[in-house]
């Protein structure tokens, strides 16, 4: 137990003086994991199938636009919206559902859709294929979680709780965008 604390109490070091750093690291490893839990346990890929490409540049979009991204949406919101209580809470919600997800998912699907090389034209009809489904699939499982992560978790544990279930979320999002891949 001692070392358990022992690595938290790293974590909060690492966080309060590096948060940006931290939370790239933190995205950018739960996209990848994600990836790979859909490519073993949805795509039932074998090891010597196994897309290991795809899943750096998966994480890398983690790294280098989810955590900082994030990380700097929510301080925006707590400095423009506010830092605690149920109204802020709700409002919080409401402008990250309403601003953010729409946009930072549409980012997202041309960050992958580069990442794999394809067309402005080929990505353009993966956004018109995937896109809506994608976002309303997001209003089922984001507004909930982003209501007790703003009402109870500290600014600086944020991004790790929304990483932590994103690890869900991630991984529908790899199967999502390279499940047509899947049928060619």
């Known amino acids: 137990m001692a070392s358990a604390r022992g690595i938290f109490q790293l974590y909060q070091k690492l966080l309060s003086n590096r948060p940006y750093l931290v939370q790239a690291i933190q995205a950018g490893t739960l996209m990848g994991a994600g990836d790979i839990i859909s490519q073993t346990c949805i795509e039932n890929k074998s090891v010597e199938n196994f897309d290991y490409k795809r899943t750096i540049k998966f994480s890398s979009i983690g790294f280098f636009v989810g955590g900082p991204a994030l990380r700097a949406w929510y301080g925006l919101l707590n400095k423009h919206v506010g830092v605690g209580g149920k109204t802020v809470a709700i409002k919080k919600v409401f402008v990250d559902q309403a601003i953010f997800a729409p946009g930072f998912l549409f980012f997202i699907l041309i960050a992958v859709g580069t990442m794999q090389g394809k067309s402005w034209e080929s990505i353009k009809t993966d956004i018109d294929a995937n896109y809506m489904d994608v976002l309303k699939t997001n209003y089922y499982i984001w507004p909930w979680v982003q209501l007790a992560n703003f009402y109870y978790i500290p600014l600086q544990y944020q ?14 999002l790899s199967w999502k965008t390279n499940h047509k891949r899947l049928l060619e």
């Open 159 to 172: 991004v790790l709780i929304v990483q932590s279930v994103a690890l869900f979320w991630n991984t529908y």
